[in-house]
């Protein structure tokens, strides 16, 4: 069978297509792959040609061995992740949820898989189904596993006492606490107390930890519980003890301590003599006050990786790139994967399934068949949502990797900080301690939270920079918008650096400032003012007043130096204004010559005339709203204005090009045209009661001449009320296109409020 390798377009799918062609045609045994792969280990050890061992590549990129991708790393530049974002892209999300070990290999792949019902699919390509397929991976992968057995950090025991003669009133909880402490000794417990009916003593039931402050651990068999017994009897306890269970972490201490505080309705108590009377007091117990005792240890043969993307995105895409990324990434390694969505999902949302996101789960084997075993150092998992990201473009999927300094984004929560409340949607949280609960809010409020490093503000100051640059060469709205607000993100940052300098008086820079550059130093004084004085408490509000003063101050005197430099830079640029003025009038020449040649004499000179008009009455609009002159005189100056707008749209439908290419970015002029337009077109239906279509003024709408063409000259200061100019065309001498506007006279009301009302619409479009 004839075989082609270009039949596949990415590289770890030719590698696999060509390894099984190899093994159907009987040119290669197992034994060789192993061969090969251990060859490729010592080659990827070695690093890129020419590097000397162990080195790492710093210009450009990062070489590390280990991790899977044999070549160098090469950074996506922050501006071309700037620009994604804001282009509407969305984050890499690669989310290393947990570590395990051959004993919980099984339990991680039927998770992934939801017990079967999901297809798997391994690094060869091969889909799993069902349980049977999914068990055999245990044996495939049992060479990778080092069979390492977890900590036994949580201990249960139970204690019989054989006490009698004790009244009802007397201190159980006192007697058995001794009583435990002889046999535990300085460990950490909780326990609860069950008298017996006929009175020969009580039952103990308690939960520990099993090692001391000295480092002693017990084992929780029954030659630890021979330990115990010995102790207990040496100081006179007439009591048996025994372990009734073991296990490893806070999850299981947190739950068997809730299950005792349940199933005894809260009377448990610590050897601290306090009450632990419901499950919260019981989670705060072990997370905040044993975790320091465990010295926890789990085995680390496998990792469960999540990839996740936002609702709506392509499924068959995302499983696309997923499979490229974990191909890509840790070739040579052994992994399942399962994509989960919300249409094809077994497990209900109140068991936390069907969740509105796009997702992949992935177990991979840390360990690869030559021996590597995989990084997972910061470094690494940017490296991870880089080539994430790069997989996903590749398909489709506007992805970019995302840092949390790019945005001034607030460091994320553990998984021991929080306990999930709501499994469905997107899972509720909330914090196992008053310090948690306040991390977890502000990373779900997105609140911004800046780096104390050196290298990390350094960083941020780039962020910012490339934000602003950003926002004002982007040409859509939404481009702007979305940068504008990572700007103001930033805006806090130095203001609060520089709090502390501007109350002694002293600003940032402390050199000549520039107008632009002095009113941005004076928001941030005032931004930090404003953020000072709301957390300051109210006794401490009269000093602070006291600063404010100060910093003020100390800002009207940078005001005046400003005022003096622009003095004395204004006189002494005179001669270059009259420079640039002789330039702007030849540039103005040269768009009238252009204007002449692209839509004619006549055109351009009628155009240019009714441009002035309509440049000049939104000038005095202006300035008599800025004056604040008499409302009656606005509106009628308004009014005006509609009349112009009204006549130069009859020009533009009576066939002049400039008038329409004009109106490409006047949306005044745009919708008077549309409105004249529909009027024209009503008018022409009524005398042609068929309703001809081949009569219908197609011409009268917007031109598409590119905005570039559009010529603009005239007076600089006459600019229209929403801070756009139309220009004027230089050298207006008569009107040789023939129109005439007045025979629309008696519909030029309504033909206003037509205008109007297209208007009001277009500017609702845009709020919503």
Same mark, same amino acid.
């Given at each position: 069978?004839?075989?082609?390798?270009?039949?596949?377009?990415?590289?770890?799918?030719?590698?696999?297509?060509?390894?099984?062609?190899?093994? &159907?045609?009987?040119?290669?045994?197992?034994?060789?792959?192993?061969?090969?792969?251990?060859?490729?280990?010592?080659?990827?050890?070695?690093?890129?040609?020419?590097?000397?061992?162990?080195?790492?590549?710093?210009?450009?990129?990062?070489?590390?061995?280990?991790?899977?991708?044999?070549?160098?790393?090469?950074?996506?530049?922050?501006?071309?992740?700037?620009?994604?974002?804001?282009?509407?892209?969305?984050?890499?999300?690669?989310?290393?949820?947990?570590? !395990?070990?051959?004993?919980?290999?099984?339990?991680?792949?039927?998770?992934?898989?939801?017990?079967?019902?999901?297809?798997?699919?391994?690094?060869?390509?091969?889909?799993?189904?069902?349980?049977?397929?999914? &068990?055999?991976?245990?044996?495939?992968?049992?060479?990778?596993?080092?069979?390492?057995?977890?900590?036994?950090?949580?201990?249960?025991?139970?204690?019989?006492?054989?006490?009698?003669?004790?009244?009802?009133?007397?201190?159980?909880?006192?007697?058995?606490?001794?009583?435990?402490?002889?046999?535990?000794?300085?460990?950490?417990?909780?326990?609860?107390?069950?008298?017996?009916?006929?009175?020969?003593?009580?039952?103990?039931?308690?939960?520990?930890?099993?090692?001391?402050?000295?480092?002693?651990?017990?084992?929780?068999?029954?030659?630890?519980?021979?330990?115990?017994?010995?102790?207990?009897?040496?100081?006179?306890?007439?009591?048996?003890?025994?372990?009734?269970?073991?296990?490893?972490?806070?999850?299981?201490?947190?739950?068997?301590?809730?299950?005792?505080?349940?199933?005894?309705?809260?009377?448990?108590?610590?050897?601290?003599?306090?009450?632990?009377?419901?499950?919260?007091?019981?989670?705060?117990?072990?997370?905040?006050?044993?975790?320091?005792?465990?010295?926890?240890?789990?085995?680390?043969?496998?990792?469960?990786?999540?990839?996740?993307?936002?609702?709506?995105?392509?499924?068959?895409?995302?499983?696309?790139?997923?499979?490229?990324?974990?191909?890509?990434?840790?070739?040579?390694?052994?992994?399942?994967?399962?994509l989960h969505d919300a249409a094809s999902d077994p497990k209900t949302e109140e068991t936390g399934g069907k969740r509105p996101h796009?997702?992949?789960?992935?177990?991979?084997?840390?360990?690869?068949?030559?021996?590597?075993?995989?990084?997972?150092?910061?470094?690494?998992?940017?490296?991870?949502?880089?080539?994430?990201?790069?997989?996903?473009?590749?398909?489709?999927?506007?992805?970019?990797?995302?840092?949390?300094?790019?945005?001034?984004?607030?460091?994320?929560?553990?998984?021991?900080?929080?306990?999930?409340?709501?499994?469905?949607?997107?899972?509720?949280?909330?914090?196992?301690?008053?310090?948690?609960?306040?991390?977890?809010?502000?990373?779900? &409020? *997105?609140?911004?939270?800046?780096?104390?490093?050196?290298?990390?503000?350094?960083?941020?100051?780039?962020?910012?920079?490339?934000?602003?640059?950003?926002?004002?060469?982007?040409?859509?709205?939404?481009?702007?918008?979305?940068?504008?607000?990572?700007?103001?993100?930033?805006?806090?940052?130095?203001?609060?650096?520089?709090?502390?300098?501007?109350?002694?008086?002293?600003?940032?820079?402390?050199?000549?400032?520039?107008?632009?550059?002095?009113?941005?130093?004076?928001?941030?004084?005032?931004?930090a003012l404003f953020h000072a004085a709301r957390s300051l408490p109210p006794h401490e509000q009269d000093g602070f007043e006291e600063?404010?003063?100060?910093?003020?101050?100390?800002?009207?005197?940078?005001?005046?130096?400003?005022?003096?430099?622009?003095?004395?830079?204004?006189?002494?640029?005179?001669?270059?204004?009259?420079?640039?003025?002789?330039?702007?009038?030849?540039?103005?020449?040269?768009?009238?010559?252009?204007?002449?040649?692209?839509?004619?004499?006549?055109?351009?000179?009628?155009?240019?005339?009714?441009?002035?008009?309509?440049?000049?009455?939104?000038?005095?609009?202006?300035?008599?709203?800025?004056?604040?002159?008499?409302?009656?005189?606005?509106?009628?100056?308004?009014?005006?204005?509609?009349?112009?707008?009204?006549?130069?749209?009859?020009?533009?439908?009576?066939?002049?090009?400039?008038?329409?290419?004009?109106?490409?970015?006047?949306?005044?002029?745009?919708?008077?045209?549309?409105?004249? !337009?529909?009027?024209?077109?009503?008018?022409?239906?009524?005398?042609?009661?068929s309703g001809s279509e081949a009569n219908e003024v197609t011409g009268l709408s917007v031109g598409s001449a590119p905005k570039a063409?559009?010529?603009?000259? !005239?007076? *600089?200061?006459?600019? *229209?009320? *929403?801070?756009? &100019?139309?220009?004027?065309?230089?050298?207006?001498?008569?009107?040789?296109?023939?129109?005439?506007?007045?025979?629309?006279?008696?519909?030029?009301?309504?033909?206003?409020?037509?205008?109007?009302?297209?208007?009001?619409?277009?500017?609702?479009?845009?709020?919503?």
């Amino acid at each position: 069978m004839e075989f082609f390798l270009g039949a596949f377009t990415a590289e770890w799918e030719q590698r696999r297509a060509a390894l099984l062609h190899d093994r &159907s045609l009987g040119r290669r045994k197992p034994d060789d792959d192993e061969e090969r792969r251990r060859r490729a280990s010592i080659a990827v050890r070695a690093g890129p040609v020419g590097a000397k061992p162990g080195s790492r590549l710093r210009a450009g990129g990062s070489w590390r061995p280990g991790t899977g991708r044999a070549g160098p790393f090469l950074e996506r530049p922050m501006r071309a992740r700037f620009e994604g974002l804001a282009a509407g892209g969305q984050p890499a999300v690669v989310k290393l949820a947990s570590f !395990g070990g051959s004993a919980r290999l099984g339990a991680m792949i039927n998770y992934v898989s939801r017990n079967g019902e999901v297809v798997a699919e391994n690094e060869c390509g091969d889909q799993l189904r069902g349980r049977d397929q999914l &068990s055999a991976v245990g044996s495939e992968w049992d060479h990778l596993m080092k069979n390492r057995a977890e900590s036994r950090d949580i201990g249960l025991f139970k204690i019989a006492v054989a006490e009698g003669g004790w009244r009802a009133d007397d201190d159980l909880f006192g007697r058995a606490r001794e009583i435990v402490k002889r046999g535990l000794g300085d460990r950490a417990f909780v326990f609860t107390v069950t008298a017996r009916a006929d009175g020969s003593g009580y039952d103990i039931d308690g939960v520990t930890v099993l090692r001391n402050s000295g480092g002693e651990r017990l084992t929780a068999d029954d030659k630890a519980a021979a330990i115990v017994q010995a102790r207990m009897e040496s100081a006179g306890a007439d009591a048996v003890f025994r372990f009734t269970g073991y296990g490893n972490g806070t999850d299981y201490g947190t739950s068997h301590v809730r299950s005792l505080v349940a199933a005894h309705k809260g009377e448990v108590q610590d050897e601290q003599g306090r009450s632990i009377a419901d499950a919260k007091q019981a989670g705060d117990l072990v997370q905040l006050e044993w975790r320091g005792q465990l010295h926890s240890r789990k085995p680390r043969d496998v990792m469960h990786l999540v990839l996740s993307a936002r609702a709506g995105t392509d499924a068959s895409a995302f499983r696309e790139a997923a499979r490229d990324f974990l191909g890509t990434q840790f070739a040579g390694h052994r992994y399942v994967f399962s994509l989960h969505d919300a249409a094809s999902d077994p497990k209900t949302e109140e068991t936390g399934g069907k969740r509105p996101h796009v997702h992949v789960h992935a177990i991979i084997a840390m360990r690869s068949d030559a021996g590597d075993r995989i990084e997972t150092t910061i470094p690494a998992f940017r490296e991870w949502r880089l080539t994430m990201a790069e997989r996903a473009r590749a398909h489709g999927i506007n992805m970019e990797m995302t840092d949390r300094r790019d945005r001034a984004s607030p460091p994320a929560y553990s998984k021991n900080q929080v306990r999930p409340m709501n499994m469905i949607g997107r899972t509720q949280h909330e914090g196992t301690s008053a310090s948690a609960q306040r991390r977890y809010d502000t990373k779900r &409020s *997105d609140k911004d939270s800046f780096p104390r490093t050196p290298s990390s503000k350094a960083y941020a100051r780039t962020a910012q920079q490339e934000w602003h640059s950003i926002g004002s060469s982007a040409l859509l709205p939404t481009q702007k918008d979305f940068a504008g607000t990572q700007v103001i993100r930033f805006e806090a940052h130095p203001a609060r650096a520089e709090r502390k300098a501007v109350w002694q008086g002293q600003p940032s820079n402390s050199g000549p400032m520039t107008r632009p550059e002095f009113e941005a130093y004076e928001r941030r004084v005032e931004t930090a003012l404003f953020h000072a004085a709301r957390s300051l408490p109210p006794h401490e509000q009269d000093g602070f007043e006291e600063i404010a003063k100060a910093a003020r101050e100390h800002v009207n005197v940078r005001r005046e130096l400003v005022d003096m430099l622009e003095e004395r830079g204004r006189n002494a640029g005179d001669a270059l204004a009259r420079s640039s003025r002789v330039n702007e009038r030849e540039d103005e020449k040269l768009r009238w010559n252009n204007a002449v040649e692209r839509h004619g004499f006549a055109a351009a000179e009628a155009a240019n005339r009714h441009l002035v008009e309509i440049e000049q009455s939104r000038g005095a609009i202006s300035r008599a709203e800025a004056d604040n002159q008499d409302p009656g005189n606005v509106r009628a100056m308004k009014q005006e204005l509609e009349n112009q707008l009204i006549k130069t749209a009859e020009l533009g439908a009576g066939g002049n090009s400039l008038i329409r290419e004009v109106a490409e970015i006047d949306e005044n002029l745009k919708n008077a045209l549309r409105a004249v !337009g529909r009027e024209r077109l009503k008018a022409e239906r009524e005398r042609s009661p068929s309703g001809s279509e081949a009569n219908e003024v197609t011409g009268l709408s917007v031109g598409s001449a590119p905005k570039a063409a559009l010529t603009r000259v !005239g007076d *600089d200061q006459n600019r *229209d009320a *929403d801070g756009q &100019s139309t220009g004027q065309m230089a050298g207006s001498s008569g009107d040789k296109t023939k129109s005439d506007p007045a025979k629309h006279v008696p519909r030029l009301e309504e033909l206003q409020r037509e205008a109007a009302e297209q208007r009001a619409g277009d500017h609702d479009d845009r709020d919503r």
